[in-house]
């Protein structure tokens, strides 16, 4: 049959469009959003104020290379800056990567609770994502290497992984990327890497510095509170950084955010303070989550997965319902095949504990 109408390629109407947490409680005065894994200490001062001084020279376009960031990047982590590539936050690289090397019939693998931009990015070139089944709901490394086919083009691997928070040791990074053939392109998602503190996790850095054949993807939205800029950025062999730079906008990443990046990313003092605001009220959410009788995943990132029973009354979407009522906006997470579980994102100590508060409540435990 001729279309009577512009058809979008194959693929493209499969998506199932993102839907980003929600950020409003409808009728309550004070809301504290919980569904994005937003820092709740907010972005650098100084960043701030670097972001602000751009608003005088508006007309200028931004420099398209973002070296002045980049350079500010491989200062912080010790990194050739011509293997860096910005982007407006990962989404923008990791659409980038799927645009570069994936084509109509190629294969994508993702884990089963992996973070939804994957199947998405992937879709969007005409290929096919192919799920890899979990364990404990943490990437398989087994079932990724079954899930292997001659069509496989990436791997995307989100370590630690959004929304469960789980993450995979270095050692079983490593022998994912050694049984992965060399013309497979492993893309380690390390968005919440900063706030990982376990001696046999690593990053990506060292895999893709001793790889022809990895990439790394970082971002500015989650331990650096610039989730509104869109930034990211990713480290990448030679020959990945020339690819990607051939199809990226030549102005990707305006110059507010490159501004406020390059601050960001120095202010380390901040980082850590984040950094132990998140260790502290991690721990504490996952034992007092716990001791109400709630499933919680193990997380070593800024959110816990909490995981509620089926029985009426006590679902996640009630619970969910019940907590919006009192202005505590958390995460559901069904698109994410985890219809009774909602995601929480570490917050404030006042959010934390009205939380654990409501959830008492809600379970019939008041404290
Ligand atoms: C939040 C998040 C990102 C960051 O996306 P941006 O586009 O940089 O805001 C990337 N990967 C995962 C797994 C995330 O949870």
């Known amino acids: 049959m001729t279309a009577t109408r512009p058809q979008p390629r194959p693929g493209v109407l499969d998506i199932a469009p993102y839907v980003p947490g929600k950020s409003t409680a409808p009728g309550v005065a004070k809301v504290f959003k919980l569904s994005s894994n937003e820092t709740p200490l907010g972005p650098s001062p100084r960043a701030v104020a670097a972001y602000r001084a751009v608003g005088e020279h508006l007309q200028d376009y931004p420099d398209g290379s973002a070296s002045e960031l980049r350079e500010a990047i491989g200062k912080r982590f010790g990194l050739d800056p011509a293997r860096i590539v910005c982007g407006a936050g990962s989404d923008d690289l990791l659409n980038l990567l799927a645009r570069a090397y994936l084509a109509d019939g190629d294969e994508a693998i993702h884990t089963t609770h992996g973070f939804l931009v994957y199947p998405i990015a992937t879709l969007g070139t005409g290929a096919k994502p192919v799920v890899a089944a979990e364990k404990n709901f943490t990437a398989d490394v087994d079932a990724i290497l079954a899930a292997m086919t001659k069509k496989t083009k990436i791997v995307f691997l989100a370590n630690p992984n959004n929304p469960t928070g789980t993450y995979v040791s270095f050692d079983e990074v490593k022998r994912l990327r050694r049984d992965l053939p060399p013309q497979v392109l492993l893309v380690v998602d390390a968005a919440y890497a900063e706030y990982v503190r376990r001696n046999d996790y690593e990053s990506g850095i060292e895999l893709v510095a001793t790889t022809d054949n990895t990439v790394m993807c970082r971002t500015f939205s989650k331990i650096y509170g610039l989730a509104a800029l869109r930034l990211g950025w990713l480290y990448g062999p030679a020959h990945v950084v020339d690819a990607i730079n051939r199809i990226r906008g030549p102005f990707n990443v305006n110059a ?112």
């Open 256 to 367: 507010p955010s490159i501004a406020a990046g390059v601050v960001a990313i120095a202010d380390t003092a901040h980082i850590e303070t984040a950094r132990a605001h998140n260790e502290k009220w991690l721990a504490w959410l996952t034992q007092e989550i716990g001791k109400l009788g709630l499933g919680v995943t193990p997380s070593v990132a800024n959110f816990v997965l909490i995981h509620f029973p089926e029985t009426k009354g006590r679902t996640a979407k009630e619970a969910d319902a019940f907590l919006t009522k009192r202005g505590l906006v958390l995460r559901q997470v069904a698109a994410y095949k985890l219809p009774n579980a909602l995601r929480m994102t570490v917050g404030s100590e006042e959010a934390n504990r009205l939380v654990v508060k409501a959830l008492a409540e809600f379970l019939g435990k008041p404290a």
